[in-house]
């Protein structure tokens, strides 16, 4: 797997996305404002105790529309961390949403020193571009690695399903198998681990919780 060289491709595909559709769902390759809540919702369950001051890392924010998300279903609750690797993204963030001590986004990210109550990530995995299923799959067990080094009280992320309907599958597209994450997170990361796989979209979503 050559990291380096899915991380430049990844960031040219959502930098030229940003560029033609501008901070719309279309501008981080989702279809609708409908779908993309439809995800949040799910990936929001992650929050244990929603009442309690938490923090939250959105890893692959784009131009934060989780924040907007999060900023409506807890006004005053919460600490956010925006993390993408396109910089014209972060920049398109700050312009919308500012940076401030309780808002923060940036493109360099060190697991080392950064702690956070949760982690979340939407769509960061469907678009593996021209590489292959299993250097695919190497890379995003890195990064769940991340996650995990990350998070203090869980994490939670989406992929789209191998139970998609055949003749509308992309050679472009990652579709993932459930179970093989599901496993793979039970027995890497904790006994707490939930497949959301219930809404109607071509997708589902993993909670690792660490209770």
């Given amino acids: 797997m050559d990291k380096d060289k899915i991380v430049e491709d990844v960031n040219k595909y959502y930098t030229d996305k940003l560029q033609t559709f501008g901070a719309t769902p279309k501008g981080v390759d989702w279809n609708s404002i409908e779908s993309q809540e439809t995800r949040f919702n799910q990936l929001a369950s992650i929050i244990n105790s929603p009442n309690q001051e938490f923090s939250i890392l959105d890893y692959g924010c784009g131009y934060g529309s989780m924040y907007a998300y999060l900023k409506n279903k807890f006004p005053e609750n919460f600490s956010f961390h925006g993390y993408d690797i396109s910089e014209e993204m972060i920049s398109k963030a700050k312009e919308i949403y500012g940076n401030d001590s309780s808002t923060q986004w ?96 071509y997708e589902f979503t993993i909670l690792v919780k660490k209770l």
């Fill in 106 to 201: 940036f493109t360099q990210i060190n697991p080392a020193s950064t702690k956070v109550d949760y982690v979340i990530a939407s769509g960061i995995f469907n678009v593996k571009l021209n590489h292959s299923n299993q250097d695919w799959q190497a890379y995003i067990l890195d990064t769940l690695q991340q996650f995990n080094s990350l998070a203090t009280k869980g994490f939670a992320f989406n992929m789209l399903t191998s139970y998609s309907d055949k003749e509308y599958m992309r050679d472009n597209l990652y579709y993932a198998e459930p179970f093989f994450f599901f496993d793979y997170c039970k027995k890497n990361f904790s006994k707490y681990v939930a497949v959301l796989h219930d809404y109607p979209l």
